[in-house]
């Protein structure tokens, strides 16, 4: 692998050389960090979507619960106002 700066160069310019090195590894961390948001992004995205299909699985559940209830209910009034009428 053949380095960007030459040992001649670095020796004649040793602070443009590392300048220059410096450049090479942030523009590298750049790239790797915008990769990595982009993962973090996809699997949030991923992680959001199976909570939300949790979430309308349990309002169903929940509105489903509350369907029993509110006929329990009207059952349970029918039934007291009978009780009231005969007496």
Known sequence: MKLPVTLEQFIKNPIAAIAFIAL???GYLYVDMVNIHEQQLSNFESSCLNRIDDHKDRIESLEELNI???DKLSEMNE????CLEED
């Open 24 to 26: 090479v590894v942030i």
């Open 68 to 70: 029993r209830y509110e």
């Open 79 to 82: 039934k007291l106002m009978r």
